[in-house]
């Protein structure tokens, strides 16, 4: 049996009473942070308490505290998820484009997808409140992010879409920091800033500082098509 919860502010989700006949047998760990996740996205850490998690399940805050000890361990579980989620989709974008153009291209587009709908505050309260899960979330960018630009850029440059003078590292660096410096509540304030429309604007300032005329026609022909 599927069941509607409603927490006021946060609406009406799903519950899944159908994995146990009662609330302390049975729950997934995986459906436990497929629900924090969500929320997570949507509103923040900071705002979202373990109590809601357990009302959006359908099952007593006992029985979450029996997959996660504590709401730290359950968001640094999330993130180490997300990470390995976001990890494959890239590595499958590289895999499928047919040159460093596309490659960007479908980054881009994935990208927008899993910014659309998240809270920006997501990544301060990470900082401020969730150390492990904020040092998983720094590796990832400085690590894995950074070597796949590097990579970018360096199939740009043999393929002759992208500017022979350009610094592939000051500029992959520069590309990690400006994904970093978008979710910064003090330079880009919620209520005064589109988060979707910050992150486009950063990705086409950046990829037309790479381009050669060669370059600029293909992506503008991806833009048109797409």
Same mark, same amino acid.
């Given at each position: 049996?599927?069941?509607?919860?409603?927490?006021?502010?946060?609406?009406?989700?799903?519950?899944?009473?159908?994995?146990?006949?009662?609330?302390?047998?049975?729950?997934?760990?995986?459906?436990?942070?497929?629900?924090?996740?969500?929320?997570?996205?949507?509103?923040?850490?900071?705002?979202?308490?373990?109590?809601?998690?357990?009302?959006?399940?359908?099952?007593?805050?006992?029985?979450?505290?029996?997959?996660?000890?504590?709401?730290?361990?359950?968001?640094?579980?999330?993130? @180490? $998820?997300?990470?390995?989620?976001? /990890?494959?989709?890239? !590595?499958?974008?590289?895999?499928? =484009?047919?040159?460093? +153009?596309?490659?960007?291209?479908?980054?881009?587009?994935?990208?927008?997808?899993?910014?659309?709908?998240?809270?920006?505050?997501?990544?301060?309260?990470?900082?401020?409140?969730?150390?492990?899960?904020?040092?998983?979330?720094?590796?990832?960018?400085?690590?894995?992010?950074? @070597? $796949?630009?590097?990579?970018?850029? /360096?199939?740009?440059? !043999?393929?002759?879409?992208?500017? =022979?003078?350009?610094? +592939?590292?000051?500029?992959?660096?520069?590309?990690?920091?400006?994904?970093?410096?978008?979710?910064?509540?003090?330079?880009?304030?919620?209520?005064?800033?589109?988060?979707?429309?910050?992150?486009?604007?950063?990705?086409?300032?950046?990829?037309?500082?790479?381009?050669?005329?060669?370059?600029?026609?293909?992506?503008? /022909?991806?833009?048109? !098509?797409?």
């Amino acid at each position: 049996m599927v069941v509607l919860i409603n927490l006021g502010n946060f609406g009406y989700v799903k519950s899944f009473y159908s994995f146990a006949p009662n609330d302390n047998l049975g729950m997934e760990e995986s459906k436990i942070k497929e629900i924090g996740e969500a929320l997570f996205m949507t509103y923040g850490v900071r705002s979202v308490s373990m109590d809601d998690i357990a009302r959006h399940l359908g099952i007593s805050k006992k029985t979450l505290y029996q997959h996660f000890k504590d709401k730290n361990e359950l968001v640094k579980k999330v993130t @180490e $998820s997300v990470i390995g989620e976001r /990890k494959s989709e890239y !590595e499958a974008v590289t895999n499928q =484009a047919k040159n460093a +153009i596309e490659e960007l291209y479908l980054m881009s587009k994935c990208f927008r997808s899993h910014i659309e709908g998240l809270n920006p505050s997501l990544v301060f309260d990470l900082k401020k409140f969730h150390t492990e899960a904020w040092d998983l979330f720094l590796d990832f960018e400085h690590i894995t992010i950074f @070597e $796949s630009l590097v990579d970018n850029l /360096k199939r740009g440059k !043999e393929e002759g879409f992208f500017r =022979a003078e350009i610094s +592939i590292n000051v500029l992959a660096k520069l590309r990690v920091e400006q994904v970093h410096m978008s979710f910064d509540p003090h330079v880009f304030p919620k209520d005064e800033f589109d988060f979707t429309e910050v992150h486009m604007q950063m990705f086409e300032h950046y990829v037309y500082g790479l381009l050669t005329i060669k370059g600029l026609k293909l992506f503008e /022909k991806y833009k048109q !098509e797409n």
